[in-house]
């Protein structure tokens, strides 16, 4: 069994609807990890994220129910959740990355993570992903319902009626999903964004980008100022963020790293506020952090953000390189 080099993806849209033929489906876009998840021909775990990044150290608990429910030689596609009052919590799924075996072992037991499959590969090994959606959606149904594939392995719900789809972003809102993927029932199963393949459609306009400085001092950031690289190589300034909140800058001043020699940004003034003379006083930090904002995309200036954006997350699931460049609306 192959193992693809990264899943299949799904590009942005800004509007949706299902056709009354069936012919798109429709499923809650999880706000989790994405993960391949399965046995190796030789019956080893594997759980891999959308960079290639192994994941089963700090999953073990996943880890352990793919190799008592699967076959070797199978591979599922889904998304990695870990659960909380009801919730979906993303915060405590990232505290199992970089932990020790001791301490993700404990995070395991008292907040175990689920397994959300949406799609399959293989299984059994036979492979599945040349074959149309909804030929591998009967796959994936049957080996629910036969009960081979239980919790913490869970079936996504997927759907073809458009009254269904609105009523999981009413029921379960921006809490626990972030939109809708929508997927054509035809299409096969291809590694990376195709055009007529999958489209993502999300509740809130969010983004990412590449923390490059930050104001304030190391225990205690103030504003993070972001980028992204463009395809000359160049990290290009996108905008900033409002002050952060207490938690938010603990969480990122433990992300962070002093700035090495060399950096992009190095001579570089910012103004205090849009059109001031006034300079910002910033420090800059090496720029391999990404982080999740939300963009009010009525305030753009070109490319950048005219005003401030609002701080969501860190996402350490994410690379700089995995970024759409600079210029590029993703």
């Given at each position: 069994m192959d193992l693809p080099d990264e899943p299949m993806l799904a590009a942005p849209t800004h509007t949706w609807a299902l056709p009354p033929d069936g012919s798109v489906a429709a499923e809650p876009k999880w706000d989790g990890f994405r993960a391949l998840a399965g046995?190796?021909?030789?019956?080893?775990?594997?759980?891999?994220?959308?960079?290639?990044t192994d994941l089963a150290r700090y999953f073990p608990d996943i880890a352990a129910a793919l190799a008592a429910q699967l076959a070797p030689a199978s591979l599922l596609d889904g998304e990695l959740l870990v659960w909380?009052?009801?919730r979906i919590s993303f915060d405590r799924l990232s505290a199992r990355l970089n932990r020790s075996p001791r301490t993700v072992a404990a995070l395991a037991e008292r907040e175990p993570a689920s397994?959300?499959?949406?799609?399959?590969?293989?299984?059994?090994?036979?492979?599945?992903h040349a074959r149309p959606y909804r030929a591998r959606r009967a796959v994936i149904e049957a080996l629910f319902?036969?009960?081979?594939?239980r919790p913490p392995l869970n079936l996504c719900p997927s759907t073809t009626d458009e009254s269904t789809a609105s009523g999981w972003l009413e029921q379960w809102g921006p809490d626990n999903v972030e939109g809708l993927v929508l997927k054509p029932t035809r299409s096969s199963y291809r590694p990376g964004r195709h055009r007529g393949g999958w489209l993502k459609w999300r509740l809130r306009d969010s983004r990412e980008a590449i923390i490059a400085a930050v104001t304030g001092p190391p225990g205690r950031p103030g504003i993070v100022l972001l980028g992204r690289w463009d395809e000359a190589g160049q990290l290009r300034y996108l905008g900033r963020t409002a002050r952060l909140a207490e938690d938010q800058a603990r969480s990122v001043a433990a992300a962070l790293r002093p700035a090495s020699p060399?950096?992009?940004?190095?001579?570089?003034?910012?103004?205090?506020?849009?059109?001031s003379k006034d300079k910002l006083t910033v420090r800059l930090v090496e720029p391999d952090t990404v982080a999740e904002v939300s963009v009010d995309v009525s305030r753009l200036s070109g490319d950048t953000?005219?005003?401030?954006?609002?701080?969501t997350r860190l996402r350490p699931d994410l690379s700089p390189a995995d970024l759409p460049p600079f210029g590029d609306d993703r």
């Open positions: 046995l190796l021909d030789d019956g080893t775990p594997v759980i891999r994220s959308r960079t290639g909380s009052g009801g397994l959300m499959v949406f799609d399959v590969l293989h299984l059994d090994g036979t492979p599945h319902a036969s009960g081979r594939a060399g950096h992009p940004w190095e001579g570089w003034t910012f103004a205090a506020s849009w059109g953000w005219r005003h401030s954006v609002r701080w």
